[in-house]
């Protein structure tokens, strides 16, 4: 029973809170009613909220610290920007955030996404403070990488694909590391001065191959999986150069091959790389070395 009663005061809360951020304030009055209790219980549990909500006069109270940003969006707007959600719901009115929670429970909608690295956890609790702290202090830090020593100046964390990166300068060179991949981390008494142009960038490409030197590919896909590539840019600056019976081709700018090759790979054998010569030879060969391996031998 005392569960149950505890369960119900957890969601009353939850409730609350939600109400607050959406309408900035909460009447105690009106609590009563929806929830059908007593003005001792509504008290209960707005004291419970004390550390984050205060008394305003007439039975409303609100947030000590107003929710609404500059924009006039509210914490929920900016746990959806936090998310990308956008991606997902463009539209995202006041009708939206009211009916999401019918939507979970209705469970008409599904999003699935890649699954996280099997270290996130471990890699998240060991890491995320000291990054955070050296990105906002601008301090030099010291990180072991795949068994190397490193120094670097962080800039910014980012999640792609549920792959966490530590984008960085090591020596000017802006680089991704990723976190799974990283087994020291040692923030130094020095800092550094943020490069303006790096910044620049790091807003302009939004992932973790954001660099200067990008390469021009231009790829040939065939017509029977071309709408994959109309549908979405599944290339990074993804272009339309030409469209023909037998199929499409694009132009897009990479700043890795490996921002290219496992997509060419994934594809085969309905695409295939015009330009750069040394990215598709780079594609021949690696074929050629895999199809020349001796298979093992069953036991």
Known sequence: ??????????????????????????????????????????????????????????????????????????????????LNADNFFPERNADFWQQLETRVDDNHILILGNNAEHTVKMDIRRHLP????????????????????????????????????????????????????????????????????????????????????????????NNNISHYFRRRNLLPEQELIAEQHSGTTLRCQAAHENQILPLIFYWLPDIQVLEPQWLKDKLLNTLEGYLAQEPETLT
């Open 1 to 82: 029973m005392a569960n149950a009663t505890r369960s119900r005061s957890a969601e009353r809360l939850v409730d609350i809170l939600v109400e607050l951020h959406l309408n900035g304030v909460v009447n105690r009055s009106a609590l009563m009613e929806k929830f059908k209790i007593t003005e001792r219980t509504v008290y209960r549990d707005l004291n419970a909220l004390s550390p984050i909500v205060e008394h305003t006069g007439n039975g409303q109270y609100r947030l000590i610290h107003s929710p609404q940003a500059p924009s006039g969006h509210g914490l929920h707007h900016t746990i959806a920007n936090f």
């Open 130 to 221: 000291n990054i955070e702290k050296s990105i906002k202090n601008c301090n030099v830090c010291q990180i072991v990488y795949k068994g190397k020593t490193r120094l670097i100046n962080p800039y910014k964390l980012i999640n792609k694909k549920n792959i966490w990166y530590l984008q960085a300068t090591e020596n000017s060179r802006l680089k991704s590391f990723s976190l799974s991949q990283i087994s020291w981390f040692d923030i130094h008494s020095a800092t550094f001065t943020p490069d303006e142009s790096t910044l620049a960038l790091l807003e302009k490409s939004p992932g973790p191959w954001a660099s200067e030197d990008t390469f021009e590919v231009k790829i040939f896909i």
